[in-house]
């Protein structure tokens, strides 16, 4: 069937800001749909909130709306935009809820848009629990025994018939939130209350558990003719139990039989047909490791996480073909992308082992509960390929970046043999390295492991033969035989080093001496049946035949950015994309590593060459050693990139852009110190100490509250502010180990404004494309503070003064390329916290919000162009007249125990932009697109520390003013009371009858502004929380108003913003959208 | 032991040998990721070496449940990673020790990529299977065994047997078993079909003899061009039972139509293959195994008309009488290995021998 005729103009919905359950992979989905639909003349209409990715680029669509993710904005826009068709199962479960809210509000309806690719009733019957269960049943496929049920007492009546373990699934969520399994009625009670609350329409489904089986998962396509294919089917690594999220998975399955995955497979057909779906879906089982028995565990009607994973394990581009499908064309009628000459209609055959391994945050939330159960924790994901699965997950371990690059733990290399083997119990992010610490020790055979893990024996007997090979290298010589059966193992030059007792440096010289070297194979969907004409390529050891042929071009290599973690998310996948853009324009050839298999730039087709590999100086180098390229880009991949610098440089490989050496004048403390003294700009008072002495000493001198940190930290790890005395002592002790090498910075902590400016510099002249105020003041992370762009407050002094210093501070450190300072201004003194010579969070928002190419720009001059010769003269670019506001958003709502209060630890995973002519406008877009529910009434809670009281007093008029009722712990009610306006007096915790929490609980409460008393002012250690700090009411409060879904306020700074809105609302209209093109062409009218 | 593959091009790929073994035929590559049992006793690989493109062999062990015939006859079997700690519940034995008890000479550690990169670009041909330390004149010497023709005499049933079904008036299938994979004798049989199972010469008076319901032609090795007689026979058979053919059986029934064959450059050999089915557009996965297709030109001016191609390369795939029930297709809808989309194909069949 040919294209739909009567589709002109179709709207594609993304999928909002990244959040843990829905992170890049949208991005990666969202662009290559909108990219398809452009290919067949369509004209696109995109709505997505988040700034940070690539299909919010201009170029990716011919409107794009950066507007809230809400019903009401995309009626706004429908009606604007009058599109034919609705494309919104690639945006996730956040845009297949909002079509399902379309529809049932009537919008589609009255304005005549077709839902494409999942029809409504395949939505409901795959969400909704009850619907799904008769569907299932319908088809004859087996489900676990379940019920649906809208309050406890039925879960409890339910689980005394069919027994525990019972796993409870709210309806209508992703990434599993408030689900769980239940292994009595005391857990079951208290899943099930805060399942109800998660769940859209509150219900949860509780069901028997299968835990312990096999999970198995397959990718479906559809097209409107009832062809349907497989596009990959997976295994995880860890059985039912955890989310398929924070498992260990592998592609394709390794443990079933033919029987069995044809079983599993016809049971997919049987379920998208079904469903009625045309484009993609994802089914989860669970097998019975004994038996043929099978339960359907889980099916999303759209594009999910999987869906792009298997894309990239398989070369086969799921979101295109779906978006193709919604168009109307058949599979056999839509080329398949990676031979160009066979039909997307087919099977892809794999000849490699995939592996992805999930990120967690556990890095920064030190204290959050680290078992992985139903709810999803993961921020990201690697993706390794390789001939054989030692390899792969090898590969995997060390793409990771925690501190590994094998499977061992320097902790629990100290462990005594009984601990290692309690934590084969544990399910963790580290139960695997506890398995090979076992196998390795060999206090636990495979049988025994598999006993208490119930993970398939194929999988630990591979885990042993890699261990087995670490063993021997211990204890034996060298030989060219043992370094085959290393590399071929996969462990890294570094591991056999470690295990060896030798160097890096000498094992690779070895290596290569003995002619051990990798052959790099390509991802070509078809097991190299047929000709394929993608680059997409990764390396093996196990392996004959070299089959990449390298071109004579000039080439440079970008480096990416790794999995997506807290402090380091798609931004920079974002400016890798664009510098392989930017070099492909300069008709370099573009060759891109990179290990995450959910961005745009691990897209087969966004680079001229693909490496898909572990970001690290020996898997890097082994491709330089093949490709020959001129040299390396490391300032557009986050930290992960600028940190193989100074080893690749070592190695003789050309770094383009600003120099390793200037890269650490900027990150070395004391170098930097020497850079500032030399350009004569001041930083704000701070010492160097090695001792606790010289530390108290210090922070007298320079005065509370100071800001204390490790010497070499980076996205505000460990991080902390302190108010006296007591606390630094507190914080010397626990928070860091303090010695001559490793010195702490004890820092004078400025309450000011907090600026951050990007910047372009050739050497010679910068260009400051803009520059954004923080709304709340220095101590709050500033990935987690709301970000506006142009500054609204600062005075032109000041900002010629910041302009000035960046000028400077770029010519100082030689930056050719990017560069982001930030900035605290106080007392109209302008200070420099930190410089990154490299490309930043904000470098997306602004590029977008400026229409200046950031990276294009900077990729240019990296290789040499000056700015004068791209058109641009030093200085600040004119600012815009509209507003654009960047916040962040938190994925609270999946870690319990977090406190969701701000301080100089990074927590936010994502964010989203709001862009308007009216600042208050735009700053509602941010704060709604955020999620934040503000309420326009009802009745807000005050409680703050004492040193905001005095603040707190006009801000509670303010909201007084605006018809408010206002509730207040006592100590803050009484400062309200004295400035004569009412605040009633609730309870502390637990003082019953008007306890906060039970308010908040019932609704009673709308909003909450609550500041940290001083002394728990910062969670104790690195994020996360103690368990003191969890006993205090602050927390408790604090956590509630996440549960409910209620804004909570952190910073007075923060809600005076929101008193703005508040205010503005009630002269003007919230909702009124217009595209970024308008914007940036300047055209159109203001509201 | 090392060994390696040498291909008649001169070509070498290295690997482990796992008995002291060696082999001649004719390479040939699947690239089906499960089912290397299956594949293993697919009488239709008589004589090959068969090497699997996907690197991870032995996952799941062998039982036996799913053979298709009683022993595997492949010359040869060449594969990258050989599991010998399989898990799965069927798990009986391991690969390796069914490979030793078929005496199949197996070639492992193999870069199989490599070796399907030349096949597909340099078409199948001749290959052997040696040792590391193999002489020049036995290399010489292997490389100069013939290919063996006709081998269809080696994998059919010696005598008939049959195959009782549960009811009494049950269709009765006679299936001329030319190298019969089990699962289309089950997937007939689960149908209710009670089935006589005759050998490959059986004369055409002999089996209507057995008075029955429709006439199966089934799967086997080889280039339907070395089997006159059979196709003599076959041709006495148009037009006096319904009749269905699967693979080697659909290109002699095209050839007793007068159609002819030619041989494919590297032949369908997997679990993935598109197969379009022209009368209603639907495209359907099939798991395939022939170095052999019908040639489409050679169809015009005969009572034949193609009901299925291929979506890879547009070969034929399915030809139907256009007046007679006698159908057949070239790929294998009993699937094992492969996706079981395709047995709407029994049914027809089925349906076909009802209405006479």
New interface residues.
């Given amino acids: 069937m040919p294209k739909k005729e009567h589709l002109n103009k179709v709207m594609v919905i993304g999928s909002g800001p990244i959040i843990i359950g829905q992170a890049a992979e949208f991005d990666y989905a969202g662009s290559q749909a909108c990219r398809a639909l452009k290919e067949e003349g369509l004209e696109v209409v995109l709505v997505n909130s988040n700034p940070a990715t690539i299909m919010t680029d201009a170029n990716i669509a011919d409107r794009v709306y950066i507007e809230p993710l809400t019903v009401e904005f995309l009626e706004e826009i429908i009606s604007k935009e009058r599109p034919d068709g609705l494309l919104a199962t690639l945006g996730g479960q956040a845009g297949l809820n909002l079509a399902v809210q379309l529809a049932e509000k009537g919008v589609l309806e009255k304005y005549r848009v077709e839902l494409l690719g999942t029809p409504l009733k395949a939505i409901e019957q795959a969400e909704d629990r009850e619907l799904f269960k008769e569907t299932m049943q319908k088809l004859g496929e087996p489900i676990p025994e379940s019920t649906i049920v809208e309050d406890v007492a039925s879960a409890v009546e339910f689980a005394n018939e069919i027994g525990y373990p019972i796993i409870v699934r709210p309806a209508y969520t992703m990434g599993g939130t408030g689900g769980g399994i239940a292994d009595n009625e005391e857990e079951l009670i208290e899943i099930v209350i805060k399942g109800l609350k998660y769940s859209m329409i509150g219900q949860v489904l509780i069901e028997r558990s299968v835990a312990g089986w096999k999970e198995i998962e397959y990718e479906v396509m559809r097209d409107s ?3 349907c ?2 596009v990959c089917n997976m295994e995880n690594f860890d059985p039912v139990g955890v989310h398929t999220g924070d498992s260990i998975v592998v592609a ?8 069995e ?2 079983m599993l ?2 049971a997919s ?1 049987r379920i998208i047909r079904e469903l009625g779906i045309e484009g993609g879906c994802n089914a989860q089982y669970a097998l019975d ?3 043929n028995r099978y339960y359907v565990i889980e099916v999303n009607p759209r594009v999910s996480r999987s869906s792009a994973l298997a894309s990239k394990a398989t070369g086969y581009p799921i979101a295109k073909v779906s978006a193709k499908i919604a168009a109307g064309y ?3 009628e839509i080329t398949n992308a990676v031979t160009q000459k ?2 997307a ?9 995939v592996v992805k391994f999930p990120r967690w945050p556990f890095d920064k939330f030190v204290y959050a509960d680290k078992t992985l159960g139903t709810q999803m924790k993961a921020t990201g994901e690697v993706m390794s390929i390789d ?3 030692e390899g792969a997950i090898l590969k995997a371990v060390r793409s990771l970046e925690i501190g590994v690059h094998r499977l061992q733990m320097e902790k629990m290399a100290a462990w005594d043999d009984a601990r290692v083997k309690k934590h084969l119990g544990r399910v963790n992010d580290e139960r695997i390295f506890a398995i090979a610490e076992a196998l390795r020790r060999g206090i636990a055979d495979v049988d025994e492991i598999h006993e208490i893990t119930k993970i ?3 999988f630990l ?1 591979k885990l042993k033969h890699i261990t087995d090979i670490e063993n021997r290298i211990r204890e034996e010589e060298i030989t060219p035989k043992l370094m085959l059966a290393a590399k071929n193992v996969g462990l890294a030059d570094r591991s056999i080093a470690e295990l060896s007792g030798r160097t890096m440096d000498e094992i690779r010289t070895m290596r290569k001496t003995m002619g051990i070297l990798p ?1 790099y ?1 390509m991802v070509d969907t ?6 394929a004409a993608t680059p997409y390529y990764y390396s093996t050891f ?4 070299d ?1 990449v042929e390298v071109s004579g071009a000039r080439k440079v290599m970008v480096l990416g950015s790794g999995p997506i973690r807290i402090g380091q998310g798609v931004e920079f996948d974002y400016c890798s994309v664009h510098s392989v853009w930017a070099l492909r324009e300069m008709g370099i050839e573009a060759i891109i590593v990179n290990n995450n298999p959910e961005t745009v730039s691990t897209d087969f087709d966004i680079s001229d060459r693909l490496y898909f590999e572990p970001l690290t100086t020996e898997d890097v180098l082994n491709i330089i050693d093949k490709e020959k390229p001129e040299g390396v880009i490391v300032q557009f991949g986050g930290q992960t990139a600028i940190n193989l610098a100074a080893s690749l440089q070592q190695a003789g490989v050309k770094v383009f852009g600003t120099s390793v050496n200037d890269i650490d004048r900027a990150e070395d403390r004391e170098r930097f110190d020497e850079v500032l003294t030399q350009t004569k700009i001041p930083r704000p008072t701070g010492i160097s100490v090695t001792n606790l002495e010289d530390a108290i000493t210090g922070a007298g001198k320079i005065g509370y509250p100071v800001m204390v940190r490790p010497s070499y930290v980076l996205g505000g790890r460990a991080m902390e502010i302190v108010y006296n005395e007591k606390e630094l002592r507190d914080y010397m002790s626990r928070a860091v180990k303090v010695t001559p090498d490793h010195p702490v910075l004890v820092d004078r902590y400025m309450q000011g404004t907090e600026v951050e400016v990007d910047g372009i510099s050739d050497g010679v002249d910068v260009v400051i494309p803009g520059i954004m105020e923080h709304v709340e003041r220095a101590g709050v992370h500033s990935g987690d503070s709301i970000a506006v762009y142009p500054p609204q407050t600062l005075s032109s002094k000041i900002i010629y003064t910041i302009i000035d210093y960046t000028k400077r501070l770029a010519l100082a450190l030689h930056v050719k390329g990017l560069l982001n300072i930030q900035y605290v201004v106080s007392d109209g003194e302008v200070y420099v916290i930190e410089v990154n010579p490299r490309s930043s969070r904000t470098v997306p928002f602004l590029s977008k919000v400026t229409n200046v190419q950031m990276v294009n720009v900077a990729t240019r001059v990296a290789l040499g162009s000056t700015l004068k010769e791209l058109g641009y003269h030093s200085g600040m670019v004119t600012p815009k007249p509209y507003v654009a506001v960047k916040a962040p958003v938190f994925s609270f709502a999946k870690m319990q125990d977090v406190d969701i209060s701000l301080g100089p630890e990074m927590k936010s995973t994502g964010e989203v932009m709001g862009i308007d002519y009216h600042y208050a406008r735009a700053l509602y877009k941010a704060i709604t697109g955020a999620g934040m529910n503000v309420p326009t009434k009802g009745c807000i809670l005050f409680t703050v520390a004492d040193k905001d009281k005095e603040e707190m007093k006009q801000l509670a008029k303010a909201f007084d003013d605006l018809g408010f009722k206002l509730v207040a712990t006592a100590g803050t009610a009484k400062a309200i009371q004295s400035i004569g306006i009412d605040a009633d007096v609730v309870g502390k915790v637990h003082e019953r009858s008007s306890d906060i929490i039970q308010m908040i609980k019932t609704g009673k409460i709308h909003m909450v502004i609550n500041t940290l008393t001083q002394g728990s002012h910062s969670p104790k250690g690195t994020g996360g929380v103690s368990p003191r700090a969890v006993a205090r009411d602050g927390f408790k409060i604090r956590r509630a108003t996440v549960e409910h879904g209620i804004a909570c306020l952190t910073s007075l700074d923060t809600a005076w913003e929101v008193l703005r809105v508040l205010s503005f609302m009630r002269e003007r209209r919230l909702v009124y959208s217009l595209a970024l093109q308008d914007y940036v062409g300047g055209g159109d009218d203001l509201a | 032991m090392n060994g390696k593959l040498i291909l008649e091009d001169g070509s070498i ?2 690997g482990k040998l796992l008995n002291h073994s060696k082999a001649t035929g004719e390479v040939v ?1 699947n ?5 290397y ?2 594949i293993l006793t697919d009488p239709s690989y008589c004589r090959q070496i068969v090497t699997l ?4 062999v032995g ?2 062990g062998i ?1 036996e ?2 053979m298709q015939s009683r022993k595997s006859f492949v010359n040869g079997f060449i594969i ?2 050989l ?1 010998d ?6 798990y009986e034995m391991s690969l390796a020790d069914f490979l030793t008890k078929q005496g199949i000479p197996c070639l492992y ?6 070796v ?2 030349k096949i ?2 340099a078409g199948t041909m001749k290959g052997i299977i040696v040792s590391e330390d193999a002489a020049q004149t036995e290399i010489d010497e292997l490389l100069a065994v013939p290919i063996k023709k006709e081998v269809v005499a080696e994998v059919t049933t010696p005598s008939v047997y049959e195959i009782a079904a549960e009811k009494e008036d049950a269709p009765h299938v006679v299936a001329m078993d030319f190298g019969v994979k089990q699962n289309i004798l089950d997937s007939l049989h689960r149908l209710g079909c009670r089935l006589t199972v005759v050998p490959c010469h059986t004369k055409a008076e002999e089996l209507l003899a057995m008075q029955p319901d429709g006439i199966f032609l089934s799967n086997g090795p080889g280039d339907p061009k070395d089997l006159p007689e059979i196709t003599g026979e076959i041709k006495k058979l148009i037009g006096k039972k319904p009749m269905f053919g699967i693979c080697l059986g659909h290109q002699l029934f095209a050839r007793a139509m007068g159609a002819d064959t030619y041989k494919l450059k590297f032949g369908h050999r ?5 197969v ?1 089915n022209l009368k209603n ?5 099939s798991s395939q195994n022939h170095g052999y297709a019908v040639d489409e030109a050679s169809l015009r001016g005969l009572p034949l008309e193609v009901t299925h191609i291929s ?2 390369d547009g070969t034929v795939e399915g030809i139907r009488h256009t007046e007679l029930p006698i159908y057949s297709v070239q790929y294998h809808p009993e ?7 395709n047995l709407y194909l029994f049914d027809e069949f089925l349906t076909m021998m009802k209405e006479g």
């Fill in positions: 003719a009832d062809n294919i497989t394709p399955s390794q443990t079933l039989t033919d029987h995955y044809q497979r016809s057909l490791p004994d038996s058949t599979l056999d066979t039909k209609c087919f099977e892809p055959a794999l000849d490699y082992c001939r054989n699965f398939d024996k194929w007997y052959c194979k078809c097991a190299a049946e047929f000709e196990h392996a004959q035949e089959e | 790929f290295t590559f690239t089906g990721m499960t089912g049992q299956e493109t996907y690197p991870l996952n799941y039982a449940l799913f990258g990673e599991c700690e399989g898990s799965n519940w069927h550690d193999v870069d199989t990529r490599a399907t990169r597909r670009s997997g679990s993935n293959q598109p379009k557009g639907r495209v359907h996965i979506v890879n699937a094992s290995p492969g996706p079981d989309d």
